[in-house]
């Protein structure tokens, strides 16, 4: 009994203060802003109403709010699709033993390093100056005019940038699995003719499913949740092109001060990511296979 006590109070000791950081931070804000999707309240006045469910009724009715929904949806499709394969095909160059190969899983990683606003700043530069000016070379005229400025072109834009910074921190994790595959099964698919992409498909991929549920979680929810560098690489432009789910929610609540169907349209947001989230690791974790 008195160890089993000490065992509680050595893990409350590490954990409890995470716990109550997590329950007041993130816990209360979650219930408040539920409560709060049932009133009226505009972010400022310190008197509101209860409105009971018309929010949620506003918000199925607001167009501008499923418009960005849907490019949110085209947005993470991108996103996940390409960060997922090019994480990928790094992390299996970069298990190869390659001279020099540390080197170069530094150099991918650093981006993840750069916060979104730095990041939006520094690439909104880079395609409003620096590749227009390689631009004027004929060989790279798709760079002559400004990427973000065409409405064509600044949501592929930040699609780039998010799998420029995403790819190396998904990469250490397919890393991860790629080491853990035990390397009597790769040489034995090798003694059997297996070798190339048919190895990867029928060998590597099944067994590095963990490492695929991970990531894909991790970018479903970073693609969703998109805000910092929308704001600051396009912010919302051109023509309100890319205005993604999230700063929606966040005008409709902060700049517009209807702050419960603000509310009400991110839990709707919440939820809609939830479920896409829990089918995601549900199908992917089916697809585990042990070595």
Known sequence: MKKKR??????????????LAFVFVIGWA?????????????????????????????????????????????????VVLAVNILAFLLAYLLTKGYRGQGVYRTGFFIPNLIGGVVLGIVWKFIFSEALVQLGQIPLFGTFAGNWLSDPNTAMLAMIIVAVWQMAGYLMIIYMAGIIAVPKDVCEAASLD???????????????????????????IK????????????????????????????YNKAFKYNDFGIGQAEALILFLIVAVITVIQVTVTKKKEVEA
Request: charge should be neutral; include cysteine.
């Open 6 to 19: 000490n065992q509680v109070l050595l893990f409350l000791g590490f954990a409890g203060p995470a716990i």
């Open 30 to 78: 979650f219930i408040n802003g539920v409560f709060m999707s049932f009133t009226d309240w505009n972010g400022i006045s310190e008197h509101f109403n209860v409105v009971g469910l018309s929010n949620y009724v506003k918000a199925f009715h607001d167009v501008n709010f499923w418009e960005s929904l849907f490019r949110t949806f085209k947005y993470a499709i991108g």
């Open 193 to 219: 003719g297996a070798s190339g992409f048919y190895a990867i498909r029928k060998i590597i991929l099944p067994l590095i499913m963990p490492s695929i549920t991970i990531c894909s979680f991790l970018s």
């Open 222 to 249: 970073a693609a969703f949740m998109v805000y910092d560098v929308n704001l600051t690489l396009t912010a919302g432009g051109p023509y309100k092109s890319t205005i993604m789910a999230s700063m929606h929610v």
